[in-house]
């Protein structure tokens, strides 16, 4: 066999071996004992956990302690100190006493405390914000519009030395129901407060102002920024913003939005950031949608035409709106991490000329961080030419290092191994996308769905291990097809052509996104760019026809490649398997899953693949993968381990969400009597398993579908309860009768006039009564359409159910608002038309009412398992014909 000496060798018989042809694998000096297959496997689960303890590594918190030590140091000790009592008011749904009352009057008092212990030279104005106002928002593709009344905001501003512009900090301090919100968005808030307890009591004036905006109604959502942004006095001001939320519990905070097209915002972050995690990749995932959540981010992007940056935790997405997003789960270090990188860059741009200078929107930035080391940034142009030249530089140099290192005499041969290399990636990548696709559909079909919702590892095995079989196997068999036992190539060149090919499929990829406008390629060309710096390597110590030392410089810079690839890993899977969790039933999870994993598989093995035909024999690796595949499919379908969920035994509660509503409903006639009343139960379906387990509360009795009840016949909407009109018609809803709730009051409908303007145009003037959180639907009768509303400037798309059309309008209230007068301009297609125009259905959602819960509904409740966690309310459905 081929000999970096380039000498003829004799076998055991005596045999003489052509030194160009590869007469067998076991014989070749560039084989590798089987065991580096299994070897292989165990090196990239080592750096897997390398980078998974990278990715939850934390800062150690500073105390009160430190104080002398560092006077202008962020304390986490303080800004826990705040948290705890924020999240001691328990749940803040806009318009409870917790949030209207005993949060603002903290917010007002720990700022009223700093104010007095600030510098001399500083100056901090303070005001409470109670401002009503709305506007139509697009979500999930469903239009809706949005209404606030009285909600509050609680904004400090520390003055600059240039007044007439801002840096505008963001968070909110109200919750959804039964969650205290501590990392949503209470730690965002306790950081806020630590910064300008710090930043003001420094001697030297920023050279801008910095606003302080503690909101108090996002959850409803994004009303009480849009009333800042849209009418406060200080929002002309604002230059720029951070916003700080959260879409898990406590760990990192990821920069995931920025901009829009203001690449200045990210060389700030550049600068100042400490602790660097940023992601434009993440960027592009959450702006397209498929994460169902939403910020601030957008108000302030889209109504106040600002930019800015938007930061939030997506560890533990569990605990995410639960009554588990509780301080408890928070350790001090999340708020140093978070409280360093946020102070840094506020101070970095508060003191910037760049925030002074007007910015016009230019172009998207490429931004990403490795393992949080470093920060690399640069523009979508740039990204442009630096993934067409590592793509081109990586299919030329390695033929070209390979041409020369058979003096030119072995092209066609390269060329084909080459290709072997890419359709062997190209049809592994398919086939292990089927596979798993199918292993996701059996495991479904079983009952056995989100198997690895709390045991994540079983991932690795019921879809990682398999695509990577798979991968191994489509090599082996393209090898065997399309390779030629008489090639003229050693082995070690015939693997280095085979990885060649792999670069080729991932710079077509790569140059496919590029072309497309996407700045997420960048993810692949790291991966091609480590590629090519081994290659390079390779071909200038002139190692190609060396025995091993190509390959030891090609697994070197592998480590870095695999250290990239499985921080995408856990990025991946932290962000979507909790997400499952509250996606509905409509959709098989492991199908979302077992794609990822592949996909990940591919990015992560892709070329360590191919050095499978190094291995003497590789009976070793298969059996190995095929082993973990078995056992871990044994595990998720036949043991504990593969129940979904777990309850708080061990402080790591994975649960099943529910939303269970109580309801009374009341049906009122065209001459305002009461034509029928009923009462029961809506259970959501929040995830691929809830239908069993919504079956299992509800016994004795049996549950009906949301659209399959008798109200469906002849009511609005089958006068379901709606409180969130995206979540609740895209997911599956269940009901049952059941004895009425107690409700003592609800938002009510009157019609106070009704005119006629000619002979099709009329107007309805209606008036709402009642201080609580409600859901207005406006349902035209057939015939009359909406023309014009006064509810907000914009009238909205309507939204169909059930084969009907009506107009959604979410009201929020905060502090005692008062009635609600609206005005409706209706046009009919029969002149002079004197009946009824407009169905109406008002909905009034109590969501902390517990101690009021009626006993039929407490011993619902009592049923549901401690692995399920309720948002438990009482709903009063009032609907009505004008």
Known sequence: MFQSSNTNRKGVKGKILDPDIDYSKVKSVHSISSWWG?????IILFIGNLTSYTNSHLPDALRNAHLAKYPNAFIAERAYKDLKILNDFGPKPTGSYANEVLAVDFLLREISYIDQLKNKNQEIIVDKQIVSGGYVGVYMNKSATSVYRNVQNVIAKLVGKHKEHALLLNCHFDSVATSPGASDDLSGCAVMLEILRVMSRQSD??????????????????????????????????????NLESAGSGGKEMLFQSGPKNPWLIEMYAKAIKYPYAQAAAEEVFQSGVIPSDTDFRVFRDVGR???????????????HTKYDSVEYIPMSVLQRTGDNILSLTNTIANSDRLGTEHKMTEHTVYFDFLGVFFVHYSADVAFMINLSVVLLSIIIPFLSLARSTSGTHGRQIRSETMIGFVATFLGAGVSGIVCFLIGYQLDLIGRPMSWYSSTNLVLGIYCCPALLCQCLVHMLCSKVFGSKTTPLSLALKVQARLSGVNLFWGMLTLGITFTGYRVAYIFMILIFFSLLSNTLISMFA???????WLYIHLVFQIFAILWSTQFYHMMMNMFIPITGRIGASINPDLIIGVIATFLTLLTCSYMTPLLFLLKKTDKLIGELVAITVIALLLASWTHVGFP???????????????????????HDYNGGIRHTDSGFLLQELDRNAGKTIEGIAIPDTITRMREIPACENELFCAIPFYSIWHQVLFENYWFPAPPPLVHSSVKCALRSKDKLSEHDHSMQLTLTGDHQCALIIGPKAGTTLQKWDIVDELADPIEFNGQRGYFVLISSGANPGPMNITLNLKHEIPNYDGPLVDIMVTTTFWEHQKHHAPVFNKLLARVPTWAHVVPSVAAVNSYIF
Request: charged letters at 15%; glycine letters at 6%; zero cysteines.
């Open 38 to 42: 299994i070897g292989g496997i165990f």
């Open 205 to 242: 004036i920023n050279q801008y102002s910095i606003i302080f905006l503690f909101n108090g109604a996002e959850e409803t959502p994004l009303q009480a920024s849009h009333g800042f942004i849209s009418s406060h006095r200080w929002a002309k001001e604002v230059r720029a913003f951070l």
């Open 306 to 320: 600002v930019p800015g940056m938007d930061f939030a935790y997506t560890a533990n997405g569990y605990r995410y």
């Open 543 to 549: 190692v190609q026809n060396s025995v091993h030392k």
């Open 645 to 667: 969920y777990r309850d708080d035994s061990l402080k790591a509660p994975t649960v099943q969400r529910h939303y269970i509503t109580h309801t009374l409903r009341t049906f």
